[in-house]
């Protein structure tokens, strides 16, 4: 696979849709000009890829905005050492960006069959620092506990206090939280103060599930 195909589209989306909304981590803005997304959506919508929305992969999800994606990944403030959890992975795109500036990242699918595929792809395109389980995200993986960082791609109710648990000192968490129609994304940094969190920006995501997500998936 030529990862330079489609390099132009990459970089029109880096450009226009995350510089021109004050996306500045340099480091983010390379990965988002380095992964493929389109090899991370259905075939029938590969052309869509680039687009400035989010788009619907199999099990009724959803691939994050790119624009949410460098958002997310730059409020972690992720460091070469850091080890994350990741809760949803989805396609896999949002966990190959963590994966290129993470030691490792641990990532947990509720779907079986996505989970499937994600696996495929990301071994398929050389991502070697990556575990991935299906199971309840809402209760993390405190196996491999503390995670410097937490990221959640799906809205919750309340932030799920297993993951403020599974969180290392001075970890970042972050996470959309809010109704069922629009969440807003939080940061929950755990400080020597206690837990600290600060308001981010209007967002929408599909349903948390799990013991600590919406009810009718519990």
Same mark, same amino acid.
């Given at each position: 696979?030529?990862?330079?195909?489609?390099?132009?589209? $990459?970089? +029109?989306?880096?450009?226009?849709?995350?510089?021109?909304?004050?996306? $500045?981590?340099?480091?983010?803005?390379?990965?988002?000009?380095?992964?493929?997304?389109?090899?991370?959506?259905?075939?029938?919508?590969?052309? +869509?890829?680039?687009?400035?929305?989010?788009?619907? !992969?199999?099990?009724?999800?959803?691939?994050?905005?790119?624009?949410?994606?460098?958002?997310?990944?730059?409020?972690?403030?992720? $460091? /070469?050492?850091?080890?994350?959890?990741?809760?949803?992975?989805?396609?896999?795109?949002?966990?190959?960006?963590?994966?290129?500036?993470?030691?490792?990242?641990?990532?947990?699918?509720?779907?079986?069959?996505?989970?499937?595929?994600?696996?495929?792809?990301?071994?398929?395109?050389?991502? $070697?620092?990556?575990?991935? +389980?299906?199971?309840?995200?809402?209760?993390?993986? /405190?196996?491999?506990?503390?995670?410097?960082?937490?990221?959640?791609?799906?809205?919750?109710?309340?932030?799920?206090?297993?993951?403020?648990?599974?969180?290392?000192?001075?970890?970042?968490?972050?996470?959309?939280?809010?109704? !069922?129609?629009?969440?807003?994304?939080? !940061?929950?940094?755990? #400080?020597?103060?206690?837990?600290?969190? !600060?308001? #981010?920006?209007?967002?929408?995501?599909?349903?948390?599930?799990?013991?600590?997500?919406?009810?009718?998936?519990?």
């Amino acid at each position: 696979m030529n990862l330079a195909d489609r390099q132009v589209e $990459r970089d +029109r989306m880096a450009n226009e849709q995350l510089v021109a909304r004050e996306i $500045r981590d340099a480091q983010v803005l390379d990965v988002l000009r380095r992964v493929p997304r389109h090899c991370f959506v259905p075939p029938q919508i590969s052309g +869509r890829a680039y687009e400035d929305n989010a788009l619907p !992969v199999e099990c009724g999800q959803t691939i994050s905005q790119p624009y949410i994606v460098a958002r997310m990944t730059e409020l972690l403030a992720i $460091r /070469p050492t850091h080890r994350l959890l990741e809760i949803g992975t989805g396609t896999g795109y949002q966990t190959a960006v963590l994966a290129e500036l993470a030691r490792e990242v641990w990532s947990v699918e509720w779907h079986l069959s996505l989970l499937t595929s994600a696996s495929e792809r990301l071994a398929r395109l050389g991502y $070697r620092n990556v575990r991935i +389980r299906c199971g309840d995200g809402s209760l993390g993986w /405190p196996e491999h506990a503390p995670f410097d960082g937490v990221i959640v791609t799906a809205g919750a109710p309340q932030v799920p206090p297993a993951l403020l648990e599974q969180l290392a000192p001075d970890g970042r968490l972050v996470i959309p939280v809010g109704g !069922v129609d629009s969440q807003e994304l939080l !940061v929950v940094h755990n #400080s020597r103060e206690g837990f600290r969190t !600060v308001p #981010s920006l209007g967002c929408r995501f599909v349903k948390l599930r799990g013991a600590a997500g919406w009810a009718e998936f519990r």
